[in-house]
């Protein structure tokens, strides 16, 4: 029968007495005397002092100071606890038999009935001959509470659909009306069938109990063998791992030792490699011109060798930083992977391997140490002068204008008139061919209507009422004049800079729309600034956006920047005005603006 565990090591409320009191009643007094002759020990603990004739024992037993020492005695004593549920489960049969038939979940739902209907103590003692207070289900359902039998209504609720079931199969066949007063069919009803007496049933139920806890003991023991043998094998494990850990850590000390070694004795063959060089005396080729030419041809093939053996610092380096780059993406890989791969092992000590080569090169340390060279007042002058005469390059002329002072700040720079001539120059530069568009741009578009009086515009503080579209790639190409690259690609760092320089100027207005033609749709905000992309390849460009957004509009306080005469001529109407693209442009750039012919 299922329950071989101890009740005293399952997790639940202490055993309340009258629980050992309905053990005690529920097993008949010969019953009792036969656990008794056969367990001398615990007839002499109960009935000290007391002579116990069979015929008597029954009413011993119902003595109040003989069930008291009997009840000590069973709770304290684990192993008894254990028999006489095992005896109690034989002589209760009916209650086991009635709590095996039901489905575990059953049990679980219908808990309370159950227990009111058997009563709480039965039903304890019937869960943990079943097996079934191991499960942490049944263990969160009994409390304190759990001990308290209460008699309703409720019980008949378990068995009303048993009833219903019944009545209905009475009313097909009458002649079994009585069979549950009778107990059993009489002859008449069946000749045929052959009739098992009670005890001969309640033992049936009791083999089959009985098997089924032999082979639930079977399967403890297998599984305690298998437990065994796991915990053997985990002890054999961890002695083979303390073992190759110990191997590791000497092979490692073995390896350190050789590799010592080994740069020692390279060290030593350089050495003596060199010393034929270093110890020609060089006044025996003084006085011959040729013969030191020769030698130095000679010297300078002896590093042509050494050089293709070694490579350059340069090369050495490129070699390094990939071996430590590979390194780390290696280390990145033991660190986040769940398995790695024994191939890159094998690549990591073949890596390790490498740049333990590398490191002992002769002269590696110019590779290690070796700085960049600075550059010069000549070099940055040179790369002023060949920064193109583009307005994109303003900004680029500026940063390096305010490094430059803070280098003569900090004493690094003891004469910077030449920089800052040079960069005054290319400024001018710039600025000239700017204002050449300008003039340019003025004349062309003098028939429309423009904003020529931007700054008073904004001083007055009226700008803030109105919003402006931008017409962003208009205004690029306008700034990067004729012959230069009209390409997305190409406007990609004029554009950043000038969307920058836009943003910190929007605070003068209600709000700024900068539209430029994209490869699908997109908006970014900044501020009160919205970075406008369309997908110019589905036919929405920017032209047709700024038209569509303007002419939707009702109070005319828009400002156009663009010189596309498409745009300024289908929206002219919904306008305040027309901005020019480079009255705009340095407007945001804080360029001063060219005085009028």
Known sequence: MPGSNSLHNEPHPTLPSSFFECLIRD????????????????????????????????RLLRQPHIVARLRRFIRSEAAILDEILQIWGQEQLPVMAFMEMLDQSFLIENLRDLKNFI????????????????DKDFQELIGEEFWDRQIDMGIQELFAP??????????????????FENGQSTAKEKPEATHE????????????????????????????????????????????HEELKKQLAESERTFLMRLEDSLARMRAEWFQRYQALDTIPFQETAGRLDSLLRWTERAFDLQRQADEEYGPVAAVRQKLLHVELYLKEIERIYADSLVVHSEVSRAREALLEAREKLL????????????????TAVDMRQRIRLLDAVPENLSKISELQTILTRFVDLGLIEDPQSILQDIEHKRRQIMESLYAQYQTFQVQTSHHRHFRNLEDFIESGESKKYDVYVDGYNVLLKLQGKGRSSSPLGLTAPREQFIAAVVRKSRHFRKVYLVFDGREDSRDRQGNTEIIYTDKSRGNTADAHIIQ???KGKDRQVLLVTA????????????????????FYMFVYDLPFPESP
Do not use: M
């Open 549 to 551: 957004a303007v002419q």
């Open 27 to 58: 097993i008949p007094a010969d019953t009792w005397l036969l656990l008794f002759n056969s367990n001398p020990t615990l007839k002499a603990a109960i009935f000290e002092g007391f002579t116990v004739p069979a015929n008597k024992l029954g």
């Open 162 to 179: 048993l009833r219903h079931l019944w009545n209905r199969f009475v009313q097909q066949y009458p002649q079994a009306e009585g069979w």
């Open 564 to 583: 596309d005469q498409e745009i300024i001529q289908a929206a002219e109407d919904r306008l305040y005005a027309v901005v020019g693209p480079y009255h």
């Open 360 to 375: 002992t090169l002769p002269g590696i340390r110019k590779v290690l140490r070796q700085e960049p060279a600075l550059i």
């Open 119 to 134: 009563g709480p103590e039965r039903f304890f003692a019937g869960l943990h001959l079943l097996g079934y207070l191991e």
């Open 197 to 240: 007496e009670p005890g001969q049933t309640l033992r049936g139920l009791a083999r089959k109990l009985e098997e089924r806890c032999l082979k639930l003991q079977t399967k403890l023991n297998k599984a305690e063998e298998e437990k065994s043998q796991l915990q053997q094998e985990s002890t054999r494990h961890r002695k083979g």
